[in-house]
C-alpha cells in the first residue's frame, strides 16, 4: 500500500526556519508526483508546493523566495525548506502524492503542525 508519511514540523518564531520532510513509501510501479500542501486553523486545504511528472515545480505567489522543495527520486522524498516565516504560515501541513495518470492529489499524510509566533 502506497503511504505518505510528513515529518518535520514545530514552532518557530516569526523569521525563523524549519523544515519538512516526506517520505513516500510502498511504490511498486509508475511515478508518483509529490506536493506540499497547508491548511491554515479554520481553513481549508490549499496547494503550497507542487512537482510535476516531468521534475518542473510550481510554488504559491506567497512562499516564492521564501520556500523551496528539494526532492530525491531515488528514495521517494521530497522536502519543504521553509525560510522568513511568517505567522500567517502557520497551519497544518500535508505531503500529498498524485498517483500514475491521476489527475488529483490522492494519497495523503497525517500532516504536521507549523506554528509561527511573534
Known amino acids: 500500500q502506497v503511504q505518505v508519511v510528513e515529518s518535520g514540523g514545530g514552532s518557530v518564531q516569526a523569521g525563523g526556519s524549519l523544515r519538512l520532510s516526506c517520505a513516500l513509501s510502498g511504490v511498486t510501479d509508475g511515478t508518483y508526483s509529490l506536493g506540499w500542501f497547508s491548511q491554515p486553523p479554520r481553513k481549508g486545504r490549499v496547494w503550497v508546493a507542487i512537482t510535476y511528472s516531468d521534475g518542473s515545480t510550481k510554488y504559491q505567489d506567497q512562499v516564492k523566495g521564501r520556500f523551496t522543495m528539494s526532492q530525491d527520486n531515488g528514495k521517494n522524498t521530497l522536502d519543504l525548506q521553509m525560510n522568513s516565516l511568517k505567522i500567517e504560515d502557520t497551519a497544518m501541513y500535508y505531503c500529498?502524492?498524485?498517483?500514475?495518470?491521476?489527475?488529483?492529489?490522492?494519497?495523503w499524510g497525517q500532516g504536521t503542525q507549523v506554528t509561527v509566533s511573534s
Open positions: 500529498g502524492a498524485r498517483s500514475p495518470g491521476s489527475s488529483f492529489f490522492d494519497i
